[in-house]
């Protein structure tokens, strides 16, 4: 099946509260134990993270509370996604002192992190993405800021949709996982599963920006992930 790229931001209202309001709580926790482990095979001792498109913080805030000491630094271009996850961290003050959110679009200008206190700059140790890769028009821009932000022995841990093979294998997943959705967030992941790479284009995507150190691995009937250390 032919790729469709979507809109990069998720920068429509009614989109930014169905999703924030979507329970996402089974495949979220999955994720950010699938990154715990690896951290611990790594022995990598983190020093602060960076979640790039982190939306309305879904991950975010599950790994500052996994992580509660470390710096993380969670950054997404739509104001509309991060307003939920700001109005959440305002709800409890302190409850998660270590985690800043941040607007600001991948390609990241030159500059824009310069203004955050030390531990909120590159490098980071941990470099996470949820579900951001498919959004983008011009991949490269995500392995970039990878090798941007990262260094040497930093850990990666990108998960995203995989295009299914053909519109009847789409319209299986959208009929097991999103079938009691509200029809935006149906609208959006029959979408997203269209603008989604399958595991061999993302490794030439990582051949081409020389992360060959990074492994892409087909999880469960919808995921890919992107993991390793940076050489
Ligand atoms: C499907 S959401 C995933 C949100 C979050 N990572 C999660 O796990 O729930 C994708 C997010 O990527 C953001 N995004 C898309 N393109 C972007 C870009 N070029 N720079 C920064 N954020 C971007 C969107 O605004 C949206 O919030």
Sequence with gaps: MQRRPEPELM????????????????????LVEAILQRLQVSSLSVKNVVDLGCGPGNISFRLAEALPSRPLLAIDGAAAMLAPAL?????????????RFLQACLPLEDGVLSGLPLPFQPPFQLLISNSLLHHLHQPEVLWRAVRELGA????????????PDSPAALEALVARHVSA?????????????????????????????????LRVQAVEDRYLDVSGQLD
């Design 87 to 99: 109005r959440r961290q305002q709800a409890e003050p302190g409850r998660w002192p270590g985690l």
């Design 152 to 163: 040497p022995g930093s850990l990666v841990v990108v998960r995203d949709l995989r295009r």
């Design 181 to 213: 959705a509200p029809a935006v967030l149906q609208r959006d992941y029959r979408a997203s599963l269209q603008a989604a790479f399958r595991p061999d284009e993302v490794e030439e995507q990582l051949r081409q920006a020389g992360l060959s150190c």
């Design 11 to 30: 920068d429509e209202a009614q989109q930014a509260l169905a999703y924030a309001e979507a329970d996402f709580s089974r495949t979220d926790q999955a």
